[in-house]
Every structure is written in structure tokens, then in C-alpha cells.
């Protein structure tokens, strides 16, 4: 089911039409006009996406879309640019920005881009949990044993599961538990 969107857009009529666009596809639309609207309504409300214009009367879109990805990074912007400010938009998808609308858009295109961005983050965050219980489930703290030797493999494993993506070669005699510290090892890396 669709979410919570803010629309920072210093034009009325784009707002407006925004609003009523991503209404009829069964979003929550919020409207912020300015900067400094959006950063209170940012702060005040969580978002599933938001449509952020890079040109803004009292900040630059840049900025504001920094900030909103530092502080919230598990938020999809999408950003809304003119061709003069292309460059800009490619930047912010450099830096994190979901994706790029051009003005004047398509309400079609904006739709389904809207709707992707929206699948795209629902299935990071269903990831994310899955990883997490996965974690909870086969992670270090469930390998059983305080001797000298546990705690050793416990150690190693953690730094291998911390060095950059590598192969590991499990040895050892039948029912030593390679298989938990495999799973321990693939849950605790990156």
C-alpha cells in the first residue's frame, strides 16, 4: 500500500498537480514550498518518498537534499529538476538521490517512476528486516562455547566477516560446527 510523500516544490501549480496525481494512485501527499517548510515537515513527519525541486527560493536543492539523506537516509528522494539544472540532479544521484525527474514531465512517467522508487524501497526494508532476524538467528552470539578455542574462531570470524569480500575455507573434522560458523560468518559480513 502506498505511503506518505512530500512534494518541496516552490511552484503552486506543480505542487497542485503533484498532489493530485500521486492521490489518485493512493498516496499521502504532504506540501512544502520552501526549504525550511520542508525541513519541518521533514522533522516533524516520516516520509516514504520524497520529490524534492533543485531550485528552491531559500535553499539550494543540493543542500536540502544532503541534509535529508544524512538524517534519513533510508528515504528515496526523487529529484525534480529543469534541463539548465540536469547536472545537478546527476550529481544528487551520485550521492544518493533515488532518481531524476526533468521538467516539464510526464504525470504518466512521474507515476511509474514514483511507483518504482516506492516497490524498490518496500523490498530494501523487507531485506533489511529479513537480515536483521537472519542475524539475530545465525549470527556470532549463537555459536555456544566460552572455552579458549571458541572464543579464537569467535575473534577470527568476526574480523574475517569485517575485511573487505573475500573467500574463506572452512576445515575441520565432521560435526565441529563449520556449517554454524559459515552462516555465522555470511550474517556478520557485509
Known sequence: MPGSVLVVDDEKMIRWSLRKRLEQEG????EA???EVARRRFRDDSFEIALMDMRLPDTDGMTLFQEFHDTHPETPVIIITAYSSLEGAVDAIKH?????????????ELSLTVNRVHENSVMRRN??????QKRSQF??????????QIMEVKTL??????GPSTTTLLLGESGTGKD?????LHYESS
Open 27 to 30: 498516496y499521502s501527499v504532504v
Open 33 to 35: 514550498e520552501s526549504g
Open 96 to 108: 544518493g538521490a533515488a532518481d531524476y525527474i526533468s521538467k516539464p514531465f510526464d504525470l504518466d
Open 127 to 132: 531485506v533489511t528486516t529479513d537480515l536483521d
Open 139 to 148: 549470527g556470532l552470539d549463537n555459536i555456544v562455547g566460552y572455552s579458549p
Open 157 to 162: 570470524v568476526r574480523k574475517v566477516a569485517q
Open 180 to 184: 554454524l560458523v559459515a552462516r555465522a
